[in-house]
């Protein structure tokens, strides 16, 4: 058709899954945003961008087009809203810039919310930012099961990998996160995912950032999708009155320097 509505869940207003996707395959000429979703007429893109993604063999993943002194990386974690500032919170690492958006296959379906990270390889290594990554996500949810209260694949948590040196260290950093034993006794189930036949395809201007735009919608989000309390009862520290040798009672700390967690938090493994 030459109209394309792109609507998204009531539940998660006003940039919940935008399906902007359908600029990919529909191009518009105007975008208007309500609580209900984002409308496209036709003609051309506005406010959204379509990035191919390479594989390079070796390497660091880039993007055409790009400053090609820097990286990119690709990660999903639930509602993009959530996750992109945990990456704009490491730009003194050297993150140099983050983007909210989509990964689709090429045909434009099998859309899954997604962040991508353009940083310094100089200051920034990708294992560090495997550690952001693992921090503001559950990791024990599969891609099917989406993330906190956003369920479904859309909203899966994914490290996308450009290559065979980030699938490596992707695949190392999960098994060491799976060895700590944070999570309960629940196994590690976040999807490492190549981004071969895919695209990124940004969102609008107007939801980029959101958590800064909207610091207070962004805090009671954080709560009443369950993030807040989840990540509360995933790293607080523990009080025991259990003894260990002539001292009783300490504070155990279940992300920690002694079980590893810290050097896989920070990317220092």
């Not at 609580?35 to 390479?54: N, Q, Y």
């Not at 045909?107 to 940083?119: F, H, K, L, R, S």
Request: aromatic share 10%; with cysteine.
């Amino acid at each position: 058709t030459n109209d394309c509505r792109c609507r998204m869940r009531e539940s998660s207003p006003p940039y919940g899954l935008a399906l902007w996707v359908c600029c990919f395959l529909h191009s518009a000429s105007s975008l208007k945003i309500s609580r209900r979703g984002f409308s496209f007429g036709a003609s051309s893109l506005l406010g959204s961008a379509v990035f191919p993604l390479r594989t390079p063999a070796s390497g660091r993943g880039e993007t055409d087009g790009r400053d090609k002194s820097l990286s990119t990386a690709l990660f999903s974690g639930g509602d993009s809203r959530f996750l992109q500032p945990a990456f704009e919170s490491i730009r003194y690492l050297g993150v140099r810039e983050t983007t909210s958006g989509l990964i689709t296959l090429e045909d434009g379906t099998d859309p899954i919310q997604a962040i991508e990270v353009t940083y310094d390889p100089n200051k920034a290594s990708y294992k560090q930012l495997l550690g952001t990554f693992w921090r503001n996500i559950d990791p024990t949810k599969n891609i099917e099961e989406g993330q906190f209260t956003d369920r479904g694949r859309e909203y899966g948590a994914v490290a996308w990998v450009l290559n065979d040196i980030e699938k490596n260290e992707a695949e190392e950093s999960s098994r060491r996160l799976g060895k700590v034993g944070l999570f309960k006794g629940r196994k590690i189930a976040t999807a490492i995912m190549p981004v071969e036949g895919r695209v990124f395809v940004a969102a609008p201007l107007e939801s980029q950032k959101w958590a800064t735009s909207h610091k207070d919608e962004y805090m009671k989000l954080r709560k009443r999708t369950n993030r807040e309390a989840w990540f509360e009862d995933a790293y607080k520290p523990i009080k025991t009155t259990a003894c260990e040798g002539n001292v009783c009672g300490y504070v155990y700390f279940p992300c920690s320097d002694d079980n590893g967690c810290v050097a896989i938090m920070n990317g220092k493994w």
